[in-house]
C-alpha cells in the first residue's frame, strides 16, 4: 500500500492553501486528490471578480485567484491526482482513491486534511410543489453550464434564493442576454453579500423580493412558469398574494451544505448547526491528526478566509506529522455563542496548543443593528466591537491570543456575546 | 401486418412483450414517450404486496399473490434488485385489530403464507421506531420491495433483445377496426395487427372506448411521496402500511430497494391524466399521516417528492381481457396497484389469452436472462481494478452521490433501448438520484449524452419527447 505524509482531499483553495502551508513548514510528501479534471475546484467556474481583496489587495476573478495557489503550488512541487475522487477513509486515516488510470487504490496517510467544499441544496429540500420539468437548475449547476459549457439554460430566468451565487447569476445571465424577471428570497433579509446585492441585482435593475417564495411550478416537460407568493413570518404563504411568473428557467440559491459524506462515514464529530465537523484551535477534528478547513467545515462568505484558514489547518497538520504538536490533555474549553450569533468555528479551544493566535469565525441568525460583538473569557469582558448592522450572508470574527489566558486564567467557557446597543452609546467600530 | 401491438410500455406492456417474445411472432410495443417506464411504473412505492388487500377470488388477487411468488425468480432472470423486506399493516386502538383480522383471513384465502398478528411489543422487537401510537400490527414476511425502474426496463430490454420493436414517441390516435385485426392510427403512420394489447395505464380507456361499445372509465388518482436522504433508509426495515381504507392502502413509510426512505402516497382523484404535478396540501398530507406509523421521521432529510398517477378504474378490479365487441383487442386497464407486483403474473396471464387468438410457437433462440448494467459500487476492488483495466471509462466517478461511474452511463446510453434522456440515465444508473439532485453531474451527463447522441448541449432533454413544448 502506498503510504504519504499528508493526504489533502479536494484541491479547491482550501486544499491548495492547505498543501502550501504544510510544505512550508516542511512536509514534503504530500498529495492533493482532486477529483475534477483540474485544480481550483469551484472558482474555475466562477469568472466574475472580486476575489483576493484580502489576500492579494487586487480584485481578480475566481480562475485567477485559483490560478495564484496552483501556481506556487507547482512551484513547490506539490504532488496531486486530478480526476481522481477519495472514496472512503478509515479512522486509521486509510484512503481508497480511485481513477481512470490507476484504479483504485489504498494510501495510507499520517495526517489527513479535509476540503471537499461544499454542495448547493436541492429543489426537493425547499419542497416545493408542482412538476419536475427541464428547466430547473441549482444556480451553480448554471453558472457551470454558462461558464465552463458555454451554454446558456434559458432565456427568462426567475430565481429562487438570494445566496451569493443567485445574486451572481442573475447578473451572469443578464450579460449573456437572458432576462432575469425576479430574485425572490423566503426570508426578510438576503442570504448574501451586500455587495453582491448592490453590483448584481441593483445595478441591472433586477428586483429582489424578500420574504417570497416559489408556490407552484408550470409545465410538465419544460418549465413555462412559476408562482410567487409573499410569506408570512412563519415562511407560510400567505393566500391572495399569488403572482405568475412566465419563464423558462428557475434557478435555486437556497443555501450551501457542507459535503460531509467522507467525514461522517470516518466516525468524525459533526456540528448539527454548521453541518460540518467540530473542531478545535487547531482546527483538528475529533480523530487525532484529521483536519478540515474551508466550506467543508463551515460555509464562507468570501474565498480569502478560506485560504487563511487552510493554511492554519496545514500548518497544525505539519506540527502533527513532526511530532511538535502537544497531545491533547483535556475536552478543552468550549467556546459558547450567546444572542442571536448561530455558531462559533472552533467550538472548542486549548490555550495549551495555541501556536498562533486564533481567528474564531462565526455568523448570526438573524439581521442586527446598533449592536456589540463582544468576548467574554466567563463574565469577563475581554473584548468588544461596535457594529452598525451583522447580516447572515456575511461572516464575523474575533481573534483569541494566547495571552488573554495568562492574563486572565482559564476559563471555564469563552462567550462570543451578541449585545444590542444602548441608545445614548456612542462608541465607534472597535476594531474596524 | 404485425402479429400482435402492445400500447404501453410501462412494467405490464412490457412484461407482457417480454412473455410473448418467446414465440415467433412480429411484436411491436407503441410508446408515445420517448423511454419505457415513463408513466405509472416509474412513480409508485416500489412495493411488492403480499396480497392481503385484494378481495379474494378478485383477479387482483390472484394475480398479486402469484406475481409476489414469481418475483424473485424474475429478479434474478432479468437482474434486477429486489428484496424481501416484510410488510406490516399497523392500526392504533384495540377496536382496530378486528381490522386486521379481517385482512389476515382475506390473506389467508389469497394463498398468502406466513402472516401473524403481532402485539405492539412484538411489532417493536421488530421495528423499534415505530409510532407510539401503534396497538398491534399484521405482519406480513413475504412484503418486498423491488425498483421499479429496472424491473421495467430489465422487462423491455430482454424484450428487445428477442427481437420486439419498440416504436417510441409514437402516439396512438385512433384505432379501427378491421375483418380481421386492427388499424392504428398513430402521429408516425398507420400500423395493423391482428392483436392489439391494451396496456395504456392512464389511458386504456380511451383506447378501449375507441373499439367497443361497453364503455369503460380510469380516473387518474394522484399519489404524492416524498423521497428522503439515505442516510434516513434504515430509520425503518419493513414497509409500514396503516389500514387501507377505501382509496388504497394509505400512506406507507418504506425502505427503498436502493436504500433511501419513501413516504407516501397520498390519492387524489383528478381528471387531467398528465397532471403529475405535486401539491402543498399533498405534501403536508405525507408529513402529517406518516408519524402515526412511525415516530420521529427525519424530515429535514427529504431529497425530493413526486407525484404518480394510478389508473383507477370504476369497478376497482384489473381488466384484463377481450371485450366481447372486440375480440383480439385484449385489455390491461386498471392496473393500479398491486399492478407492479402482479406484472410478471400479468405477463403469463395474457400470453395464455393471446395463445387463443393465435398460434404461439417457440423460438428456438430465446434468450432466458437478461444482463443488466455493472454495478461498478457493487464490486470487489479487484473486480473494480480488472474493470477499470480494460475500460478506464469506469474510473471516473461522475455522480458523486451515488458513486456512479461514466463507465456504467455510456453502458445506459449505448445498450439496447438506451438511453436519450437524461431521466433515461437516471432510471438506468442512479446518476443523479442522490441527495444533491444531479446538481454536480447534471452538466457532466449533459455532455457524456451530446457526444454518444452527437446532439448539442441545447437538444439534450430531461424527459419526454422531441417535439413536445
Redesign the interface.
Known amino acids: 500500500m502506498k503510504q504519504c505524509d499528508l493526504v489533502i482531499v479536494g484541491g479547491g483553495p482550501a486544499g491548495l492553501a492547505a498543501a502550501i502551508a504544510a510544505k512550508k513548514n516542511g512536509i514534503n510528501d504530500i498529495l492533493i486528490v482532486e477529483r475534477d479534471e483540474k485544480l481550483g475546484g469551484i472558482l474555475n467556474q466562477c469568472i466574475h471578480n472580486g476575489f483576493g481583496l484580502h489576500t492579494f489587495h487586487e480584485e481578480l476573478t475566481g480562475p485567477e485567484y485559483a490560478y495564484r495557489f496552483i501556481q506556487m503550488a507547482e512551484e513547490l512541487e506539490i504532488p496531486y491526482m486530478t480526476g481522481s475522487m477519495v472514496l472512503d477513509i478509515t479512522p486509521e486515516k486509510k484512503l481508497t482513491v480511485i481513477n481512470r488510470t490507476e484504479g483504485v487504490m489504498e494510501i495510507q496517510a499520517k495526517s489527513v486534511i479535509l476540503a471537499m467544499g461544499c454542495r448547493e441544496r436541492p429543489r426537493g429540500a425547499l419542497n416545493i410543489p408542482g412538476y419536475r420539468p427541464m428547466g430547473i437548475y441549482s444556480a451553480g449547476t448554471a453558472q457551470r453550464l454558462v461558464n465552463v459549457d458555454g451554454f446558456l439554460p434559458g432565456k427568462e430566468v426567475v430565481i429562487l434564493g438570494s445566496g451569493d451565487i443567485g445574486l451572481i447569476m442573475a447578473r451572469r445571465m443578464t450579460l449573456e442576454g437572458a432576462k432575469v424577471k425576479v430574485v425572490a428570497e423566503l426570508m426578510p433579509y438576503s442570504g448574501g453579500l451586500k455587495r453582491n446585492i448592490v453590483q448584481c441585482l441593483d445595478d441591472f435593475g433586477i428586483p429582489l423580493k424578500l420574504s417570497h417564495t416559489v408556490v407552484e411550478i408550470k409545465g410538465k416537460q419544460k418549465l413555462e412558469g412559476v408562482t410567487l407568493a409573499r410569506v408570512d413570518e412563519h415562511n407560510r404563504p400567505i393566500p391572495g398574494t399569488e403572482e405568475y411568473y412566465a419563464c423558462d428557467t428557475l434557478l435555486l440559491s437556497c443555501g450551501l451544505i457542507p459535503e460531509n459524506e467522507l467525514s461522517r462515514e470516518m466516525g468524525i464529530a459533526m456540528n448539527p448547526v454548521t453541518n460540518g465537523p467540530v473542531v478545535d484551535e487547531s482546527l483538528e477534528t475529533s480523530i487525532p491528526g484529521v483536519f478540515v478547513c474551508g466550506n467543508v467545515l463551515h460555509v464562507h462568505d468570501l474565498v480569502d478566509f478560506v485560504s487563511e484558514e487552510a493554511a492554519v489547518a496545514g500548518r497544525n497538520a505539519a506540527d502533527y506529522i513532526r511530532g511538535n504538536m502537544e497531545e491533547k490533555k483535556s475536552q478543552g474549553i468550549p467556546v459558547e455563542t450567546e444572542g442571536g450569533i448561530r455558531y462559533s468555528v472552533p467550538s472548542v479551544v486549548e490555550p495549551e496548543r495555541m501556536h498562533e493566535p486564533v481567528k474564531v469565525r462565526f455568523r448570526v441568525g438573524n439581521v442586527y443593528t446598533n449592536c456589540y460583538i463582544s468576548l467574554y473569557l466567563d463574565d469577563i469582558r475581554i473584548q468588544r466591537k461596535k457594529r452598525q448592522i451583522v447580516t447572515p450572508g456575511e461572516m464575523e470574527e474575533m481573534v483569541l491570543k494566547k495571552e488573554f489566558f495568562q492574563e486572565y486564567g482559564r476559563p471555564e467557557k469563552i462567550r462570543i456575546v451578541l449585545e444590542q446597543a444602548k441608545q445614548d452609546d456612542r462608541e465607534v467600530n472597535g476594531n474596524e | 401486418m404485425r402479429d400482435v401491438i402492445i400500447i404501453g410500455a410501462g412494467v405490464s406492456g412490457c412484461a407482457i412483450a417480454r412473455e410473448l417474445s418467446r414465440y415467433e411472432l412480429d411484436i411491436c410495443v407503441v410508446e408515445k414517450e420517448s423511454d419505457v417506464c415513463e408513466g405509472t411504473s416509474k412513480a409508485n412505492s416500489g412495493i411488492v404486496h403480499g396480497g392481503f388487500d385484494a378481495k379474494p377470488g378478485s383477479l387482483k388477487a390472484k394475480l398479486n399473490v402469484q406475481g409476489n411468488i414469481l418475483m424473485e425468480e424474475m429478479s434474478k432472470t432479468l437482474d434486477f434488485p429486489f428484496k424481501r423486506n416484510g410488510s406490516m399493516v399497523i392500526c392504533e386502538r384495540p377496536e382496530e385489530v378486528s381490522g386486521l383480522e379481517k385482512l389476515l383471513e382475506q390473506g389467508v384465502k389469497n394463498g398468502v403464507q406466513e402472516m401473524k398478528i403481532l402485539t405492539r411489543e412484538q411489532a417493536l422487537e421488530l421495528e423499534p421506531n415505530l409510532a407510539d401510537g401503534v396497538y398491534a400490527v399484521l405482519h406480513i414476511p413475504s412484503g418486498g420491495i423491488v425498483c421499479p425502474f429496472e424491473m421495467n426496463i430489465a422487462y423491455a430490454e430482454n424484450a428487445a433483445q428477442n427481437g420486439v420493436e419498440f416504436c417510441l414517441e409514437t402516439e396512438v390516435q385512433s384505432i379501427e377496426k378491421m375483418e380481421k385485426g386492427f388499424r392504428l392510427h398513430t402521429d408516425q403512420g398507420t400500423m395493423e395487427a391482428t392483436c392489439v394489447i391494451n396496456a395504456a395505464g392512464v389511458y386504456a380507456d380511451v383506447f378501449h372506448n375507441m373499439v367497443s361499445e361497453q364503455k369503460i372509465h380510469i380516473t387518474p388518482r394522484r399519489g404524492d411521496y416524498c423521497?428522503l436522504d439515505k442516510?434516513a433508509g434504515s430509520y425503518v426495515s419493513h414497509t409500514i402500511f396503516q389500514l387501507p381504507t377505501e382509496k388504497g392502502k394509505g400512506i406507507l413509510v418504506s425502505p427503498t430497494i436502493h436504500g433511501n426512505l419513501l413516504l407516501g402516497p397520498t390519492a387524489i382523484d383528478i381528471e387531467d391524466k398528465?397532471a403529475?404535478?405535486?401539491?402543498?396540501a399533498?405534501?403536508a398530507e405525507i408529513m402529517e399521516k406518516s408519524v402515526r406509523s412511525v415516530k420521529n421521521i427525519p424530515t429535514r432529510q427529504?431529497?425530493?417528492?413526486?407525484a404518480g398517477l394510478r389508473a383507477h378504474e370504476d369497478q376497482g378490479e384489473f381488466i384484463i381481457g377481450e371485450p366481447e365487441d372486440a375480440r383480439g383487442f385484449i385489455d390491461v386497464a386498471g392496473i393500479e396497484s398491486p399492478g407492479l407486483t402482479s406484472a410478471p403474473a400479468v405477463g403469463l396471464y395474457v400470453r395464455d389469452m393471446v395463445a387463443g387468438i393465435m398460434e404461439l410457437k417457440e423460438k428456438k433462440e430465446f434468450v432466458e436472462t437478461r444482463k443488466g448494467i455493472t454495478r461498478f459500487k457493487e464490486l470487489s476492488?479487484e473486480e473494480?481494478?480488472e474493470l477499470?483495466?480494460k475500460n478506464?471509462?469506469y474510473?471516473?466517478?461522475v455522480c458523486?452521490?451515488e458513486?456512479i461511474t461514466e463507465g456504467e452511463i455510456l453502458d445506459a446510453v449505448r445498450r439496447p433501448l438506451g438511453a436519450r434522456t437524461?431521466d433515461g440515465i437516471k432510471r438506468r444508473t442512479r446518476a443523479g438520484m442522490g441527495?444533491?439532485?444531479?446538481?454536480?453531474c447534471?452538466?457532466k451527463t449533459?455532455?457524456l449524452l451530446a457526444k454518444e447522441l452527437h446532439l448539442e448541449?441545447?437538444d439534450i432533454?430531461?424527459?419526454?419527447?422531441r417535439d413536445?413544448?
Not at chain 2, 461 to 465: A, D, E, F, L, T
Open positions: 423521497l442516510t398528465e403529475t404535478a405535486t401539491t402543498a399533498g405534501l427529504v431529497i425530493t417528492s413526486f476492488m473494480q481494478n477499470i483495466r478506464p471509462s474510473g471516473r466517478i458523486r452521490c458513486g437524461l441527495r444533491c439532485q444531479a446538481g454536480f447534471t452538466p449533459m455532455e448541449l441545447k432533454r430531461k424527459n419526454g419527447r413536445a413544448q
